[in-house]
Nanobody
Framework: QLQLVESGGGLVQPGGSLRLSCTPA?????????IGWFRQAPGKEREGVSC????????KYVDSVKGRFTISRDDAKNTVYLQMNSLKAEDTAVYYC???????????????????WGQGTQVTVYS
């Protein structure tokens, strides 16, 4: 069964940084997958944060994280990262990565687009 694993969450003060990682749990290659990052705060629906296309040529961000978050993929390490800078209290959530088979420079920040999901990693921004 194909699964994803997120890591890198934690506690951080406002203005701090974290880097989340998304890797396959059982070694399958991410080469043919667009990867999305999503988050879900308590009592709220899961929302899209960012995505990167399978070839790395396309990225998207939700407006609330533009200029602060950067998504990237390292195909040699079979890992996708979400660098989060200038964190705010409202970024507190469980962060999930997800994968969908896709080709080229296309990716969408939509929960319904993705088939494979990780278990999530908690990010807490506190003051």
């Amino acid at each position: 069964q194909l699964q994803l694993v997120e890591s890198g969450g934690g506690l951080v003060q406002p203005g701090g940084s974290l880097r989340l990682s998304c890797t396959p749990a059982n070694g399958f290659t991410l080469d043919y997958y667009a990867i999305g990052w999503f988050r879900q705060a308590p009592g709220k629906e899961r929302e899209g944060v960012s995505c990167v296309s399978s070839n790395g040529g396309g990225t998207k961000y939700v407006d609330s994280v533009k200029g602060r978050f950067t998504i990237s993929r390292d195909d040699a390490k079979n890992t996708v990262y979400l660098q989060m800078n200038s964190l705010k209290a409202e970024d507190t959530a469980v962060y999930y990565c997800a994968a969908e088979v896709s080709y080229g420079s296309r990716c969408l920040i939509s929960v319904d687009e993705y088939d494979l999901w990780g278990q999530g990693t908690q990010v807490t921004v506190y003051s």
